[in-house]
Each structure stands twice: as structure tokens, then as C-alpha cells.
């Protein structure tokens, strides 16, 4: 069977279509979340768990990077501060299902392998280190000192460091972050390749060039306090819930909403907070005044006509529109750009956004009057060709309003995994600047390597060229989350060794090379002791707040290391005793770790001190407190842009892969998309009804979605076809499934992120 074909312990038959939603949260929502707990904790574990998401001696939520009110912003903290898919996310890792040895003798490799994404997380948490050796059928289990020494032989088996690649998901706290670059840059490679890679690797890009840094602008008071919020490309009801409180506080005191997206979202229509008397029994908040429709792709287009339409109002009434203030005094490049944009082809724009004139002018000029902006987006924005100049106009239209740098207003890219901007500030990154790397080499007195390592996509190619060997990832699920399924999945299984930190089974485990491990360790629910007692890890919010996150609940099982325990042992197994790092005193007591971490990366000075504050601490982010810009030219930069958008040829749809309400990445919780109206499947495409009849085909058809690119076509088996309102001629699928339609070739400019929204497709009947 193919990894692209239905798997048998999914019955699609039962798939049931209600109305999609009109609105988010509210009274469900809190039920569902307290079932799933419930189903997988048991009551106590459940109340005991819930009760320690995101408060201050608790532990971070490990579902999104949205961040928590703060106190010094006079903000407060409710007693709940999780949402229905936070409270998912927990269980999921507080469950009391077990995978141990008698599992993995049970099931031979080949049957794990025929099994669906959902199946392997359901079987609930790994408990001891297990091998599969050369030519075996099941994995067995292993010391996890057999398991590191192991890895070493392997590892110095290589003819060149630059033949392993050292992935990382975004769950590692900062301190398995910062000691596993360490490992990884000490035995001679940058191969680090992250989910950052495919993820928000296009926001950094294009931040970095137009201000100088590679993160968002705004804290969450700036949320609150705007005037207009702009979400682009986000669908926060199922993937940053909390962010629906955020946008109705903001409601609140007058704020409007833009949304931009091809999907009427139930997060972005309206929001019932159960957590207020009109949310569990009213009508809830009204979120978006504006819902643009735009088609896939169409981003850039739309905001070239913004701009074009700011610079054309404020020719006609000099003085009223632009911030000439922050444009003269704070900004390179304005005189280009507005050359560029004073003349714009209308009938392209038309094309690529399919948005009516009027609705665009109506956009621009609630831009316009705007004195507070604050602009969101996420993977909508992210994961096209184009993702990198699309950010650079958004940006463009910012800087035009000079919105950057004062309160309420600013620059939002909406990080996925809890701590997945932590791990690039801590260095997880294939090519970090000089300055971070000649500080690591000075504080351990070690030689740190400066070549450029490979990214996700590199990293592939190069597993599939036969020159990446060896496979290691930090948490994650590379070879479901990766694009071109297939080619990804064989590429792995080329490799002389694949090990993977793990807290859950997943389809990397199943899909391995010569040699595979499985090491298991705590999750960040649980409560984590080393030989000087209780440790605590921190993380950073997508907003950069750093604070600290105590493990509270028992382990799932005696045998688990933490992901800093397996990185200081493992080093030692692989760079010897004699190491210059001292890996043992660091797996002893986190605050060494920390006291490095300090010394080592900008802005983290006296971190000790400042994560045992209640909030943490917010690093520095020089254009937001200062309107400084660290850029080429000392400025924030205008980014002048060509127009481009996914030309479809005629008879073809143009497919995004997105996530359901039901899962978490490639951790399915269940087959409901609760909101989208889809329940109990998952092999589905959402279509209008008018391309479905005009490609000739019927609702609830059973088709093969086959994509076309320059190298040939990929097919995935089996998709029934629902119509669903979404923009004419896009089409919608559940990411992992249709990830083996993402051909590897198809990356953005700059950022080589993988075009998962935007795949041309067509409709194949099944013979
Ligand atoms: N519960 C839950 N929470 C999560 C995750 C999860 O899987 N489950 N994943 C986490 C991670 S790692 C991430 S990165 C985030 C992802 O958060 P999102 O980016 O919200 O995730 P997607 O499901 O990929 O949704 C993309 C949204 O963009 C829209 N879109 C697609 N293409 C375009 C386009 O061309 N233009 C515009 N304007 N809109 C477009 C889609 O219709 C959809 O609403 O969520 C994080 N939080
Ligand atoms: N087609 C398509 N592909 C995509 C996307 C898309 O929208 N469309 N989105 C992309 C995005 S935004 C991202 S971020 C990537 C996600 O890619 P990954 O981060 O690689 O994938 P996840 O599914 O989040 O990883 C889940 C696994 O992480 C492990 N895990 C969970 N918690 C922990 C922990 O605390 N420690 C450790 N060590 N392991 C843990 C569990 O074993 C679990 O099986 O996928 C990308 N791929
Ligand atoms: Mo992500």
C-alpha cells in the first residue's frame, strides 16, 4: 500500500456533512475539550491538569505560541487560560494509554506502517527506548545507554559530520533547544533543519530584510489596544483559540476586523467566549467587518491595490493620508516602491484576488483612517511561491501608515508551535549569524563550524542524493509533516540511521532507515527531576516573552529521560568524556544551562533571575521599542515587488492543505472538523459547487486528486468531494494526508519554504 492510499482503520464511509459554522468557542467547545480529557486522563488527572495550563507555577501550554495576558501590561490571568484545543493538546500528552515493548512485539513494523496517523497517536505514550536493528521486523527494547552508544558508532561511522541532519520540532523547551545546537555545532555540522522551515521561515525572511528583525512587532496589549486588526491567512478559531479573546477585547473597545481568506472561518465570524455570560448564553461578538474572499495566492495582489490606493489618495490630498513623519525620518526605498505601485494593472489584480473593486477600496480605506493597525497572519501567507514579497507588501502597506514601533499597532506573523520562536533564539537554525557563533565558540572554547547547514527541503534532497546518512530528530514527525510524501519517505528509509526523540508513536518511527531508535521523553505537562532537584524549563511566545514552564503531572512512565537529560548523555556518548562542555553538570541542574544561555545569546542577560519573575521577561525587539532599525541601511525598508500570483491552467483547481479542528500538525485527536461541518473523515476536498459541476463532476463523488508539476504528476487516492463556499476555483484538503501532492521542487523565493497552499490539481476519476 502506498502512503498516499486511504488506510483501513479509517472507515471514510461515515463521513457526515452538517452546515459548516458560523461561529467559534462557547458551550461546545468547552464540552468537547472536557470530554477528550476526560476519555484519555481520567476526571483527576483532567482537573489537575487543567488547572496548571498556563498559569505562572504551572506549565506552558503545548499546543500554539499565543501568549498569556501579562501582569505588568495590568493584565490578569483567568483561572482557565486554555482553550478547547490547549486542553486537546494536554491530553493528548497527559493520556494514560501506553506503546511499551509488549506493544511493539505485538506489531511487526510493516503493520505500523499500513496504519493512519491517527491510529499510531492514539496508541498513547511511548515508555522505554526501543531499537530496530538492521533487517528486523519489530523494534525491540534497548538500554538507553545501548541506545546511545549506538548512535555515536553510527554517528562516527560518517565519512563527514555534514552527513547527519539534526532535526527539531517547536515543542523543545529553550534549554534542550540551546544544549542540542550545542551537540549538534560541537560534532562539526550546521544541518539544522527545523519546522520553522516550514512554517514561518518566509516571515523571518521577509521581516529581516524590511526591518531588521526576524519577529513580530506587537505584544498582546497592542492587540487589545488597536483600532483595526488585519488577520491574513489565519484560522485562529481552530489554531490560536485564545487569539478569539484577544480580537474580542479589542471589539470591545471599538476595534474593527479585517479578514482575508478563502474560507468563510467560523473563528473570524463571530466569537462566543464561555468564559462570559453572553458568550454561553447571547449571540457572542460579531468578529469580522470585512471578509475578504480572496483566492488563494491572491495576497500580494491585494495589497499591492492598497498600497496603490494610499499613495493614490494621498496624491490627490497631500498630507492625509501617508505618516510623511516616520516615511522621511524611519524608512529607505519609499521613492521606488511608490513608482512601482502608482501605475497597477486592475485586470490582474481582478484575476488573482477575485475580489470585487469596491470591497478593496472599502478595505483601504478602513486602512486609511486607521490610527492603530495591528496585521496577523499565518500559513495562509506563508506557504505560497510568493510568501516572502506578500509579507514584504504587507509590510509596505504598514510602513506606509507607520504602523511599527508604537502602541496598538504593528507587525503580527502568528507562530505555530509553543516554542517555536524560542528555538531559533536559542540558535536552532541552519545558518545563524557570525556574531551568535563566534559567542558559543568563545564561552565553551570550542571550534564551531560556519558553513551553511541544510534546511528541511535541502535535507531531503540530500538524503535522497545519498549524502545525509544519518537522521535525528529533536520531537516532531518529519516524515508526515514534510512535502512530497512519497520521495520524503524514501529518502528517510535510504538513511543508515534514524532516531527520533519522541513522545508519541508516529509514522517517523514507521518509516526508518537501516537502524531506527525511539527515544521517549517527558512531555512538558510533566514533572521533570534531575539530581538537584525539580526542574523547570522556559519557552518564548510568539509576541517574545520568555518565561519559565513547570512539568507538575507523574511522568507516563519510570523509564523517560528529558529531552536535556537524552542531549547531555548522548553528547557524551558521541564527543567523549573529555568534552570541553560539561554535559553532566548541565543535566544535573538546569540553571547552568541557563547561566550559559545568558553569556551566549543576545538579550537573554541575567536569565536566571528574570525567568523566576511571575511574567517572565519580553526580549528586546529594537523597531517595536525604540523604532530602531538594525537593516542594511540603518532603515525599515520598502520592498519594491513584482506582481505574481499561481496561474492555473484551465479544467485544474488550485488546492491548499490546512489543518481540521481535530488535530494538532500530524497528531490527529479525532475526525471531526466541528466548525467546517465535516465529521467522522478526513480523505475530503472542499470545492465550490460551481467548479464541481463545471469540471463535470458531483458532490460527494469519490475522486483521486492529482497533482501536476514540472517533474511529472503525484496522485493521492481516494478524496470525496464536498462543496463548501470557498473561494471559486481553490479547493482544500487535510494536511498530512494530501502532503504527498506538495512537490519537494515547489518552495517559496528566499525562505525555500514548501508551497503547501498552493498546488495545482486536477480531479482524476477512479477506475
Ligand atoms: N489546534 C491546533 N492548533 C495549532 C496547530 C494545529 O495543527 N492544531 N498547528 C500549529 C502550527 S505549527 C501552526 S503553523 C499554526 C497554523 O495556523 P493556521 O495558519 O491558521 O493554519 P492552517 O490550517 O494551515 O490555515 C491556514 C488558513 O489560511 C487560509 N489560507 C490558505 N491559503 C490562503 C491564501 O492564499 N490567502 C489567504 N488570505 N488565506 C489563505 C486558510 O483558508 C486557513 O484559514 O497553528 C498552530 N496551532
Ligand atoms: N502540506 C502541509 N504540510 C505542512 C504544513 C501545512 O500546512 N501543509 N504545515 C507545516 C508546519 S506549519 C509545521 S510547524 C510542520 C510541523 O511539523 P512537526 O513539528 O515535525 O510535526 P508535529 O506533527 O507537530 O510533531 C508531532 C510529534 O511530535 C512529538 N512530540 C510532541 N510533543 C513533544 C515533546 O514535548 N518533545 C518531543 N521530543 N517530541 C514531542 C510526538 O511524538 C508527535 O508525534 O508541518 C508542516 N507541514
Ligand atoms: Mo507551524
Redesign the pocket.
Known sequence: MTRNAPKADIDEAKLEIHKPKQWAAGVPGVAVSLLRSVEQMGTGRTVRALRMVNQQQGFDCP??AWPEPQQADGEHRKLAEFCE?GAKAVAEEATKRRVGPEFFAAHPVSDLAAKSDYWLGQQGRLTEPMVLREGASHYEPISWDGAFSLVAEKLGALSSPDEAVFYTS?RTSNEAAFLYQLLVRSFGTNNLPD?SNM??ESSGAALSEATGIGKGSVSLADVHHADLIVV?????G???PRMLSALEEAKAGGAKIIA????P?AGLMRFKNPQSPRGVVGKGTSLADEFAQ?R????LALFQAIGHLLLSWEDAAPGTVLDHDFIDGSSHGFEEFAKNLREIDWAAIDKATGLERRQIVRIARMICDSQRTVYCW????TQ?RHAVATIQEITNVALLRGMIGKPGAGLCPV???SN?QGDRTMGVWEKMPEDFLARLESEFGIPVPRKHGLDTVDAIRAMRAGKGKAFLGMGGNFAAASPDSELTERALSACELTVHVSTKLNRSHVVHGRTALILPTLGRTERDTQASGHQFVTVEDSMSSVHSSHGRLQPASRHLLSEVAIICRLARAVLGDEHAVPWAEFERNYDLIRDRIARVVPGCEDYNARVRQPDGFVLPHPPRDSREFQTGTGKANFTTSELEFPEVPPGRLLL?T??SHD???TTIYGLSDRYRGIEDARRVVLVHAKDIAELGFTDGEIVDLVSEWEDGDRRAESFRIVAYPTARGCA?AY?PEANALVPLDSVAKKSNTPVS??IVVRLARRD
Open positions: 499546543g500554539c484545543n517547536g519546522c512554517c514561518h491574513v491567512g489565519q484560522n485562529p481552530t489554531n490560536h482575508v481568506n478563502p474560507l472561518e480572496v488563494l495566492g491572491g495576497d499565518a500559513m495562509g501567507v505560497h507562530r505555530g508551535h517555536v491548499q490546512l489543518r488535530q494538532y500538525n482544500a494536511f497552499k498552493a
